[in-house]
């Protein structure tokens, strides 16, 4: 269908595309009064759009109009010539050499056409014709925006670059895009993106202006002392009068005089000089890098222009009258040649605004921006690092070890892996870590590993535990996802498409966390390491900028991926700016799974079939030690070992028995160890065996013995019924990492 249309004293521009009436009630329902959302502009032509309510093309009557330009949607563009034996040479001009090789001009036809999909890029942006007539260049620009279909145009898409610049400045500009936004100068600090930026806008009335400069600099009057003989003295003075009485018998005698003169060597002069001489070796810099960078991306009619503002700015530097300008040292005070005098004034406003940084804030400077997909996944990791700072009540994250900005590629951006990371510790002792575009691969990072396939999701929450086993880490995944099911099937709810939901099985199946824990081989005394996979990942989530009540969300039939949460840990959770009613549902999940104990989340993790995890809550065997020979089997030993009396434990080598406690003879509990092995050996084949016991060949129950783990640093804790009936008791790793009323409760084991 068409959706607009330009006539032009040489061309008409048509515009389609299909299925605009979908594509505008979508967008309807993000944006109020959508109907006098946007402007369209031609720099020579009459301009007539699709009328949504008539469904007719209709001129453009007034300076608002409802939006046709979406993202993500194809455009079909003709420009037919009235008369094609007049035109030479038509050509979209662009930067981009993706956008130009789309269009192409039939000769015989006089018709010029091709295609443009702006993808994720949202904003402002222009279709520049150009084409020879009459052996001159005509331009033709059309200016327009493109609008999102997910998002709140003004409000949203506003907040997410908003907040994103408080934590990441110049993290959300970009370069080679295909629109760009408004902005005012600011006094942040200055990249070489932004000069360039500035620069593209401005180039043009900086050459002009120079020009103008040389034809007709401004000049000052000087005075200067010459000495001259008394027969080229033009004004006599009685002080001159004086002294050539005294000396008019001496013929060779110079007289001082003074004259006046034009001089050029002024403070402007010297500024425009300085001017002139650094924006040429800024911009040779910068065009070096772009060459460099990104050739094979640009247009030859770009690079032609490039080459051609170097060449100018180089003939202007050059110039003779530079010769006598000294160098610049400042302006000591305000001159009204540089603030008001043609050229001067445009030197010296291009000249601040080069140098200074940005606002953004609806302004006449252009700049381009990144995707709103790359945006979106920034905003979303931004907004859980806030979600968690409010669970936790915390003004900011405890350790900051943020996202390193690169600044050496011109464009900033976001230096992939585990580096990046803010870190909050929680009132029991647990960290919390939250990675951004974490990147998990078959490398090794930090004992996690992929056996398969790359595997990269968007943002990482891992949360360390220790009220059981120490360090004891959950891991969450997220990814951001603009795009929605409804994107390509219309009428379908605003949800994530089933691909991604999919992916986030494909991260939890296939991320593992292994195990390096070092052991000793009690029988041969060598270290060894114990290398096996374990499951890495608790859930994945999807973040998506979906739209409902919260009803609709929680409804099982409209919204499936919400309810899948509870069921697999697998779902999403919609989250747009300036929606904080929707932002509960995932406000309260983090502040569940930030505090839930780790026995609840592991209970609640589904096994493999015909299998059973390890529990969470292990048991704990204390045994009674009441001597110092006894106590010497395990402390300050490098292969330490418990033995029993002649009567053992009643139940021992059950699934559940992890670890064991050693109880000191009146004093109590502060340490635990984790059970390695165990056997049955005769008393006289234990080491430190007592007098008269040499041929005691009665079996003691042996347990080798791990890593140690201290309670509450060290100190001495008794058992809940205060005695060691016959010689042991049992009781969970909770129980013993946790006493209450200074005692550690035992546990009935039948």
Avoid at 473 to 485: H, I, M, N, Q, S
Avoid at 553 to 559: G, P, S, V, Y
Avoid at 692 to 715: P, T
Wanted: positive net charge; proline residues 4%.
């Amino acid at each position: 269908m068409q959706v607009l249309e330009v006539c032009h004293t040489d061309f008409t521009l048509v515009i389609q595309c299909n299925n605009l009436d979908t594509t505008f009630n979508r967008a309807k329902k993000k944006q109020p009064d959508i109907f006098n959302a946007t402007t369209y502009s031609v720099n020579e032509g009459v301009i007539s759009i699709f009328n949504f309510e008539t469904k007719k093309i209709e001129k453009l009557n007034g300076s608002k109009s409802p939006p046709i330009i979406f993202e993500n949607k194809d455009y079909f563009i003709d420009f037919e010539f009235r008369n094609k034996y007049e035109i030479e040479n038509p050509y979209i001009y662009t930067k981009s050499k993706d956008v130009a090789e789309k269009f192409l001009y039939r000769e015989g036809i006089g018709l010029l056409s091709g295609t443009i999909n702006f993808g994720n890029d949202l904003g402002k942006s222009n279709l520049i014709l150009r084409y020879l007539k009459d052996h001159l260049i005509h331009e033709f620009n059309f200016e327009f925006e493109v609008f999102p279909t997910k998002l709140n145009y003004r409000e949203d898409y506003k907040k997410i670059i908003s907040d994103i610049e408080k934590e990441y400045p110049y993290l959300v500009l970009d370069f080679l895009k295909k629109t760009y936004t408004s902005f005012k100068s600011g006094n942040t600090p200055n990249t070489d993106l932004i000069w360039w930026q500035v620069f593209g806008g401005l180039y043009d009335d900086f050459l002009r202006s120079s020009k103008f400069i040389l034809n007709k600099p401004h000049t000052r009057i000087i005075r200067e002392t010459k000495y001259v003989k008394a027969d080229r003295i033009q004004k006599w003075t009685p002080i001159l009068e004086e002294e050539y009485s005294q000396y008019n018998t001496f013929p060779n005698k110079n007289y001082p005089t003074e004259y006046k003169r034009l001089s050029i060597n002024t403070p402007e002069n010297r500024f425009f000089k300085h001017a002139v001489l650094q924006t040429k070796k800024r911009y040779q810099k910068v065009k070096k890098f772009i060459l460099d960078k990104f050739e094979d991306k640009l247009t030859h009619q770009f690079k032609n222009e490039l080459s051609g503002i170097e060449k100018e700015l180089n003939n202007i530097s050059i110039n003779p009258f530079f010769i006598t300008i000294e160098d610049f040292k400042g302006i000591k005070q305000e001159s009204l040649v540089l603030q008001k005098a043609t050229g001067y004034s445009t030197i010296y406003k291009t000249w601040i605004m080069l140098n200074s940084g940005l606002k953004f804030l609806e302004g006449i400077q252009k700049i381009e921006l990144k995707n709103i997909a790359d945006l979106y996944q920034i905003w979303c990791f931004l907004e859980i690092k806030g979600i968690i700072q409010e669970i936790l009540v915390k003004e900011k994250p405890d350790k900051v070890d943020l996202i390193d900005i690169q600044f050496d590629d011109f464009v900033l951006k976001i230096e992939r892996g585990v580096k990046s990371k803010v870190t909050f510790f929680g009132k029991d002792g647990e960290a919390i870590e939250l990675f951004h575009d974490f990147s998990k691969d078959i490398s090794e990072i930090q004992n996690l590993k992929s056996y398969t396939v790359s595997q990269k999701p968007d943002i990482v929450l891992r949360i360390t535990k220790s009220d059981l086993k120490e360090n004891y880490v959950f891991t969450y995944l997220f990814d951001a996802k603009y795009r929605l099911a409804s994107d390509d099937k219309e009428g379908s709810p605003d949800l994530p498409t089933e691909d991604s939901i999919n992916q986030m099985h494909r991260y939890r199946d296939s991320i593992y966390f292994e195990n390096k824990n070092k052991r000793r081989n009690w029988k041969s005394n060598e270290i060894i390491k114990n290398y096996f996979p374990e499951k890495e990942v608790i859930g994945g989530y999807i973040l998506y900028p979906g739209d409902g009540t919260l009803d609709q969300f929680r409804d099982k039939k409209i919204n499936p991926f919400y309810s899948s949460i509870d069921e697999v840990n697998i779902g999403a959770f919609p989250l747009k700016p300036n929606d904080n009613s929707n932002k509960t549902l995932l406000k309260d999940h983090l502040t569940t799974i930030i505090g839930l104990d780790t026995d609840s989340i592991l209970n609640d993790v589904s096994p493999q079939k015909e299998s059973a995890y390890e529990s969470p809550n292990p048991f704990v065997l204390i045994g009674f030690v009441p001597t110092e020979d006894h106590m010497l089997c395990f402390t300050n030993s490098d292969t330490p070992f418990y033995f029993s009396g002649e009567k053992k434990p009643s139940k021992f080598g059950f699934r559940n028995l992890r670890y064991f406690a050693p109880y000191i003879k009146e004093k109590g509990v502060r340490e635990y160890y984790e059970i390695v092995n165990y056997e049955l050996i005769p008393r006289n084949k234990i080491l430190n065996a007592p007098k008269g016991k040499s041929n005691d060949i009665s079996e003691r129950l042996v347990i080798r013995l791990g890593n140690k783990f201290n309670i509450n640093n060290g100190k001495y804790f008794k058992i809940s019924d205060g005695q060691i009936r016959g010689g042991f008791r049992y009781s969970s790793l909770k129980n013993i990492k946790t006493p209450k009323d200074n005692k550690i409760e035992v546990l009935k084991v039948s």
